[in-house]
Structure formats: C-alpha cells, structure tokens
C-alpha cells in the first residue's frame, strides 16, 4: 500500500540505535564493480548448490542471467514488458471468484452489494501465490486484497454511511483463491470451481499458539480468546513447503477507533481517534476499541490457509509474533525446521525471524498443522561492525519478564514492538517484504523509505551513513553464520536506491542500472534472479526526488553481477506488487494495486477514472495480470 510520506506510522520512541547508527556504506554496499569478489570476501565464497524445489527444470543449471531489453520508463496507464513478452489482465476486483451458482458479475458503477462482493475478487490485489494443480498447466491462486478505496467502492464514495456500506467494505479484504489454467489462447480462470472461495474480513478464524486464550486476546463475542472474525489488511505474503498459503496483516490499527488519549500500549501500537477514517466503528462496533479494548490485539498476525481446503477455518499463527506484517518469506534449515522471516511496515520497526522447533513432515498441512504454533521468534540487532544478531523474544530471558509487563510468552508476542525495544533491536527503516536466495541462502529485506529520518526529534543520519530524509529506500542483505537457525549474521547494504541525477545527495543512491526508488515488492526466484518492486505513493510518483519516477515500475537483478535492469513499468497510480511464477518458469504473475489512486488515497465517486481507466477503460480495477514470453521461453531469461 502505498503511502503518503506524511501520513506513515512512527510509534517507535525506544532509544534502541537505527540501522542508520550501524551502517557504513562505503564497506557494505555490495551493488558496485567487483561485486563478486566482495560477496566471496564476505561470506566465505560458499554458495550452495541447487534450488527449491518446483517441480520445474533444473532451475540453478539455468543459471541468474537477465536477457531482456530495459522498459524505458514513461508516464502511461498501461502495463508495458520488455520487447518479446506479452501482459494480460487474468483477474480484476469485481471478477466472481467462481464459487458454482454464485458468481454476480461486476457493476461498473461500483453498486454491488456487500453479498455480492463477498463473492467476487476483493479490492486491491497484493500478494500472492501459485499453488499447482497440474504442474505449470493448471493451478491455484490465493490473492491478498490489502484495503479498500470507498471513493471507488460505492456509487457516492463516503457522502453517506451506512451498515451495508461497512459490511461491503469488509467483505472487499482478505483474500481470494481462484482456479486457473492455460490454454490455446494463454491463461484463463476456472469457472466455476470447487476450490474458489473468498476470506474476508468476517470470515470465522482459529487464533493458535502462545497468545491464545491469553486474557489480553479474549472479548465479549468471544470470551475464550481463541476465536476471531476475519482477516485485514493483507499485504505481502508467505507460502510454505507443506503447501499452505501465509497471509500477513499489515495496517490493521488504520481500521480502529481509539481514544483520544490511548494508553501506552495502544500509543506503542498507533491506535487513535478515528484511526485512518475507515469509519467501520460507526456500525461494526467491535472496531471501536473504546468499547472493545482487546480486539485490535487479536489483528496483526500471520494467518495460515490451506488453499486447497475451501472449508478449512484459517488459523492466527501468535507464535510468529504480533506486527504490522509485510510478508513471511519461509525456507528450510538443513535438518528440515521451517524459518520464516518477516518485516514490519512502519518507521523505526524491526525485522523478525521465526525458527520452528519441529521439522517439517510429509503429508501437506494434516502432518503439519501445529508446525507453526511451536518454536523461536526472534528480532534483529544490526551491529557497526557488520555483523548481526537474532535477540529471542522468549518470556524469563532478559528484560522479558512480570516486572517488565512481560507475565508470560502470550505477553510478549502480544507486545512484540515492546519486547523488541526493551531487548535493544535495530529500528529500520520501514522493513517491507523479506527473499530468501534459494541458491546462495542470502536474506534480502527492502527498506522502502523514511523521511523522518533527521526531522524533529526523529534519529538523524551520521557520517557513516548519511541519508537522513531517506526518501528512496535501500535494500538490506545479510547470510547467517551457520544454518538459517543460526543466531548470528553478517550483513551489508545491497543497493541504496535513488536517482544520480538529483542535487540531493541523500537521494542519488548508487545502482548500477535503472533507477528506482521505494523498493517493496521482493522475490529472489528459483534460479536466483532478485526481483524487486516499488511502491511509491502517488502523492509523490513525478514530483521532487521522484521528478524522473513518474510510475511504479518493476526490476530485475542478477545479484553475482549487481545490475539492475526495468522489466515492467505500471499504469498510472498504481503499485506494482505480488508475484508468482509457475514451476517451469515460463509464466509469471503479478499484481497491479489502486491503478488511478489518487494523492489524497481515495478517489472522488464523482470522478472515478480521472486519473486511470486501468484495465478496461472505466472505472479503475486493482487486478492481477498474467506475463509470458512469446516464444514461450523462461522469463528474464
């Protein structure tokens, strides 16, 4: 979700140091000349062999190169690939997702009921992963859908209010599971389908692990604290190796009424008055949390969903800790324990690690259903000598105890930021989607910006590292010392986005390449080429550092060689995000999020296409769109 610089979260006050405190760049940017050599310096030359599994070729023998020729960036509302490769929308907001004998089709005046939204695709495609039916020829997709533009959801926007309004508002979040397949005249989704469901924001769901049942989780709708309706603001996304699908929620604060003067926790968290005008408290009272104190404390999980169940109950996994949660990258320790990495989308938050205790078993979710409730949550501390390490947020140990407001492990991944500040971890930057190298286990993580760095009594920049009003971001690397359980790291910046050509020296960067700011969007895929994707609000895309930046766009890189090359630029307004490839390579998916947003982040119901028609001319639809190459080839390759 893009946002406007002004209206980002920063309820960090902790006196822990800034990534920025730690960072030297002049010994830790990797994307320079000699690029190789430094990753050998580094990290002892060891890249591992082989890659995940897909199902596919050979993925690592096809080596990281990128073959395609740049997309200049242009002010367009179209989606533009590379010379020899084709784009085609597969799924709109408004397409029935295909449950049989209910499939109500789009209204262009945005007048479907909340009955019938809750059976089509939600508002705002984000991420998203293929699950294979038949390999690469047919498959699912489940599809995050992180929030809603009521100026584009109803007919009149927010001139009025009303029950049924919140109660479609709602059913346009979670997420979609949809059939797809491919055919003579390329992709198309399956209709109907016994798979096709959608989860929304009222949707019946499990709350499992530590912090279940915990008093602080328990309402009076639901007074055992394990029971909860719906999932919100589902950013990026996770996908595991027993073939369950990881939805994370991000901004859930935005969506409760607080009061006016919060307590501590609920200042820690950025709950206030109104929260980000929602206005789902006004009919949806357990929204209002000075009514209900306890319900924002049962959002900001990582939900677990079998994609290939549609009547399985999603579970809350707390043992992954409570957070503005931007993604769940998941990859496997040597000895088979899943490790899942994750940051949180807000200034000066953390980056987390999970290690299951358990290893991972044979027979899909059933074998492993309680594999997430069980294990180690940890939080980084970025040190100045380039190393790092993993701080466990583990009840008793440390600050972690009673005296500290830390009675039991429940407490503690409740208040996950609190632990993270009393145990002394890095603030970063905004930490968005977390990639996993397959190949080489390198951890990348995008650091989409700050602004407040240096401003007021925010912590400035030093001369170690000087990018105070860090408006375009970098992208962090870092390999573990050991397995991916291990506790410690080395670490390095990958890339500092921005653009040479700007007076601002903060915001020049230094790709090698073509320019970027905001990166977000992240994916190492099977052969090892780093995918990166920005998400520049619109209130800032062509203006000040972003004058030569008029549209999100999105990126290739072959990370043993550093250059950075533009394979996708998005229509106007839009974020570019999500993205899935089948296994054998050739078909890719990705997201196109609020096409014609507006600087104000909701759209004028009497003038819904001024700034886009993207997809089809009207009124503007986030959708998913399907890339091929036309030789039928490996993309970038």
Sequence with gaps: MAKDFDLMEDSNRSANPTIHEVSDPARRIFVRGALASATAALFGGSLLAGCASTGGPNAAALGRGIGFASVPMRDVDEVLVPPGYTARVLNRWGDAVGV????????????????????????????????????????????????????????????????????KAQAAHGVSIIEIEAGPNGWRQVLPSKYARRITATTPMLISGPAAGHTWMKTAADPTGTRVLGTINNCANGQTPWGTYLTCEENFINY??????????????GL??????????????????TRHPNEPNRFGWVVEIDPMDPTMTPIKRTALGRAAHEGAAVALTDDGRAVVYMGEDARFEYIYKFVSRDRVKPGGFAANRDLLDHGTLYVAKFNADGSGEWLPLVHDRGPLTAANGFANQGAVLIQARQASDALGATKMDRPEWTAVDPISKEVYCTLTNNSNRGRDKSPGADAANPRANNTMGHIIRWKEIGDLDATRFTWNHFVMAGDPSLPRAEAKGNIRGDIFGSPDGLWVDPRGVLWIQTDVSTSTLGKGDYANLPNNQMLACDPTKGEIRRFLVGPRGCEVTGIAMTPDLRTMFINIQHPGESPSERSDPDAPTKYSRWPDGGRPRSATVVITK??????GL
């Design 100 to 167: 049989a004998g209910k499939m109500p089709a789009f209204k262009t005046d945005g007048s479907n009921t909340a009955e019938e939204q809750a059976l089509q695709a939600g508002m705002h495609h984000d991420g998203m992963s293929y699950f294979p039916l038949d390999g690469s020829k047919r498959g699912l997709l489940a599809i995050n859908h992180e929030y809603t533009d009521d100026g584009l959801l109803h007919p009149d926007g927010m001139k009025t209010w009303s029950a049924e309004k919140v109660r």
């Design 256 to 269: 409760f009424h607080g009061p006016d003067q919060p307590d501590a926790h609920g200042k820690r968290w």
């Design 630 to 635: 036309n030789d039928g080839g490996v993309i």
């Design 272 to 289: 206030k008055k109104d929260g980000a005008g929602y206005r789902w408290h006004e009919f949806d009272e357990r929204f209002d949390a």
